[in-house]
């Protein structure tokens, strides 16, 4: 039910069964927001949706069971979230994949597979995001990318395109939404301890994954267009972008 | 899946609310029954629509389907010997006198603006400043067809169905939807009515002349300061208007014409009208509120005992020369408060309405009052007595409060065994709504409603909010988490 003075906030979150996505739900919730939650696996949606829900005991986040790769039936299923939630404030796209990889490893499938969730299932559910909130002249679309989009590296040429396809899709929706009230922000996470990073080739310093949910948080309220998390990782992309690529080739990274 | 292209931005008429919602707009009866056909196989409500003119969310379908009735404008047909009018449902008011004005006719009732839709009028029954003499505008209905949503065309007189026609009548829109209606106009003498301005010392002097001017007088309308308190607070103005008398206009074919009665496009010679508003837009904050008010106070005294002629058109939609004006108010948009009071409890229902706000430190920008009488319609915001209502302005800071505020005013309506009307509402809760209207007729609505509409096809983010219990066998049980 929605009170004209005081309609509800309302996001979804694509891929918030674990990790990041998860703890940004509790985020959200915390923040008031009514949640629509998607992912693959079931029993995990609905754990942090009883979560959520007994916490504020009331419906306050609804799961969706889905596969990002079901490209056709995306447009249904936000038409069906979009009725549930009576409106659409923020758009979270999260879901992610990320392989083992190291130099010496060439597997076509899963840079193929990376490249599918990474980046078009992010086009599956943007473009039609997109152009409803150009429609309501107003709403926000935060898609997780990753530091590692920044540059292409020996060890994981896959990831890094999928994130940097996602990155240029992002910035590219932002030009043609920005002036219709509608704010992009990229999320570029650096480390954060989940699932995912069981697949890094080396681990260095990585943040809390509720901890990485605050700092992005922070990042979507202040309505940034990029935001490192942590910042630090903003300088050190900074650095690593500025490197040329005959130097860059050379170096261990 | 619902095609995507129809979703369109629609808005409370006061800006503080808006959504998207799949949007269609029928030309035909038929065209009508095939987006009821849509709605039943996606599982999605079907919400109505005519120019949107209501304050609140009555005809926003948040998500949903919206049928907007604004291409069927057809005047079927028009007798200017017995002023039988029967229109399609998306007829403005303003069409209507444009149309009849010309052979000596004008609607019995019309509100403060030309643009709602008959359709939207009779959705809502709405009233005049003669509502004390004329009653609604759904008693000058002769009949009326009706779509339902099962697909069946339902005929209503207050002889034919008359169960439905008293229902439907006044039900916001989710029993059915008028295709045709049949009204009843009346005979004018004259393009202009003589208009006398009083001032009036305070609340009691105000409804003391309205109660003895009421039987002369053929339009009455009162206006308040709200930022008057003490001995001065409700100190403001009457206005009275009396039509002519056959004869009395010399030359009547002047004035009874379009020509006459269309504001001039230009106000100040110079200034477009629609970009007056941006001028007006200082005057909306307190400050410039409180000398506006003081302002027509005094000219109120200025212009007192004062006759005055004034045609038709600027003395009922005098809001409609400044088109965009709710513009001054955003971004927060505006509510309107409007309580009915039955005449005994007036006085010490509205004083004390006047005098919470000014405890909330929240005055209304324009308060205005009028007289009535009951109603024969089942959903029904007349009483013998009073309306006040009072336009607030909606910001980021004050939202809370107002809303506060508005449900404590609510609270001493009811202790005054007062009404509301759903055309102005945005901020009531279902639990004002059943004691005022009883749960008699709540039920006696319910049971109709799953009647007339079994599969619950036609609701509104009105209809949601304020009557949970008409909507309990939802087509998609997901769509009552809304
Ligand atoms: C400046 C201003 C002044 C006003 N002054 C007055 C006044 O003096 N007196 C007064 O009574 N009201 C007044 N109103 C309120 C206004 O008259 C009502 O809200 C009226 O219903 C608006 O008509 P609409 O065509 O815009 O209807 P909408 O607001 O679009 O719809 C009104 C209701 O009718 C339903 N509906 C629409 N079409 C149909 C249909 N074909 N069949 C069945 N249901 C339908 C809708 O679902 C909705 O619930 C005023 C409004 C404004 C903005
Ligand atoms: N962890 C890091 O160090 C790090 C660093 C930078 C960027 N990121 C990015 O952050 C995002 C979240 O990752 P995470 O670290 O939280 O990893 P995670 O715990 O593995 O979470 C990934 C999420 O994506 C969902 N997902 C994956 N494939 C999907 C598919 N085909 N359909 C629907 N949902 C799918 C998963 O849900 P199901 O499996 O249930 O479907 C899960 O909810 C990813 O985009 C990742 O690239 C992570």
């Keep these: 039910m929605i009170r004209p003075l005081h309609p509800p906030k309302t996001a979804v979150i694509v891929g918030a069964s674990t990790g ?47 596969d990002v790769l079901d490209f056709a039936g995306t447009p249904a299923l936000l038409q069906q979230i979009t009725a549930d939630l009576g409106s659409l404030d923020l758009f979270i796209y999260n879901a992610g994949a990320m392989f083992p990889s190291h130099a010496e490893k060439y597997n076509a499938d899963e840079d193929i597979a990376m490249l599918q969730v990474n980046a078009a299932g992010a086009m599956a559910w943007l473009s039609p995001v997109a152009d409803r909130m150009v429609r309501a002249k107003r709403g926000q679309i935060v898609g997780i990318g990753s530091i590692a989009g920044d540059r292409g590296r020996r060890g994981a040429p896959g990831y890094n395109a999928s994130k940097a396809a996602l990155h240029t899709y992002l910035e590219g929706l932002r030009n043609r939404v920005s002036r219709f009230g509608v704010t992009v922000t990229t999320i570029k996470p650096g480390q954060v301890e989940t699932d995912m990073l069981k697949n890094a080739e080396q681990v260095r310093g990585p943040i809390s994954a509720t901890r990485a949910a605050d700092l992005i948080w922070s990042a979507i309220h202040s309505r940034k267009q990029i935001a490192y998390i942590p910042g ?12 040329p690529s005959f130097v860059f080739r050379r170096l261990n990274l | 899946m619902l095609n995507s292209n129809h979703l369109e931005l629609s808005s409370a008429w006061g800006l503080t609310y808006q959504a998207l919602n799949y949007v269609h707009r029928p030309s035909t009866v038929e065209g009508i029954r095939q987006v009821f056909t849509l709605a039943k196989e996606n599982g999605r409500t079907v919400g109505l629509r005519g120019s949107g003119r209501s304050y609140g969310d009555a005809a926003v379908n948040a998500e949903q389907i919206l049928l907007e009735l604004t291409r069927m404008t057809r005047i079927l047909d028009w007798n200017p010997e017995t002023g039988k009018l029967t229109v399609e449902p998306g ?20 509100p403060g603006t030309a643009f709602p839709t008959i359709g939207g009028a009779l959705g809502m029954n709405l009233h005049g400043k003669n ?31 008359p169960e439905f026609f008293y229902a439907m009548i006044g039900s916001f829109g989710v029993l059915g939807v008028f295709t045709s209606i049949t009204l009843q106009m009346k005979r004018i ?14 609340l ?19 206006w308040i300061d709200c930022f008057a308190k003490g001995q001065a607070l409700g100190r403001g103005q009457l206005q009275i208007a009396h039509e002519f008398t056959p004869g009395e206009d010399p030359n009547p074919q002047r004035t009874l014409s379009v020509q006459f009665q269309e504001p001039p496009e230009e106000l100040f ?16 904050n307190p400050l410039g509120m409180r000398l506006t008010s003081l302002g027509n106070y005094l000219m109120g005294l200025l212009k007192n005992d004062k006759q005055g002629l004034e045609s038709y058109v600027s003395a009922n939609f005098l809001l409609d020369y400044f088109p965009r004006w709710k513009e001054t108010y955003l971004p927060g948009g505006l509510i309107q408060h409007q309580s009915f009071i039955p005449a005994e409890h007036a006085y010490a229902g509205f004083r004390e309405i006047l005098q919470t706000c000014h405890d909330y430190g929240l005055p209304a920008y324009l ?13 029904s915001y007349s009483v013998d007595g009073f309306s006040m209502a009072l336009d607030f302005h909606v910001t980021r800071r004050n939202r809370q409060r107002l809303q506060e505020m508005v449900a404590h005013l609510d609270e001493i309506v009811l202790k005054h065994h007062g009404r509301f009307y759903m055309a102005k509402d945005a901020t009531l809760y279902p639990h004002t709504v059943s004691t005022f209207l009883g749960e008699t007729t709540l039920a006696q609505l319910t049971a109709l409603k799953s009647k007339y509409d079994p599969q619950n096809l036609l609701q509104t983010n009105l209809s949601r909010r304020l009557f949970p219990q008409i909507h309990i066998t939802t087509p998609n049980a997901q769509i009552e988490s809304n």
Aim: hydrophobic share 45%.
């Design chain 1, 20 to 66: 990041i996505g998860a703890a940004l739900a509790r985020k959200l919730a915390a923040q008031g927001y009514q949640l629509a939650l998607v992912a693959r696996r079931a029993d995990l949606l609905h754990d942090v949706c009883a979560e959520i829900n007994q916490h504020a005991n009331q419906t306050q986040a609804r799961p969706y069971t889905h």
């Design chain 2, 204 to 222: 009691q002097d105000l409804l003391n002349t309205m109660e003895q001017r009421k039987a002369s007088s053929d339009y009455l309308i009162g």
């Design chain 2, 91 to 110: 007829v403005t008011i303003r069409d209507i006198w444009r149309y009849i004005i010309g052979d000596g006719w004008w609607l019995p009732v019309v």
């Design chain 2, 367 to 379: 308060a205005v009052v009028k007289r009535y009488r009951p109603d024969p319609f089942l959903i």
């Design chain 2, 189 to 202: 003498y004259s393009g202009q009515m003589h208009i006398s301005t009083h001032a009036t010392a305070n």
């Design chain 2, 269 to 284: 010679g110079i200034v477009p009208r629609s970009i007056l508003w941006r001028f007006i837009k200082y005057f909306v």
């Design chain 1, 232 to 243: 630090k990782w903003g300088i050190i992309s900074l650095v690593l972008t500025h490197i």
């Design chain 2, 131 to 161: 509502q004390y003499k004329a009653g609604t505008l759904g008693e000058h209905v002769l009949e009326f067809t009706a779509l339902l949503s099962t697909g069946e065309l339902l005929h209503c007189s207050p002889e034919k169905n």
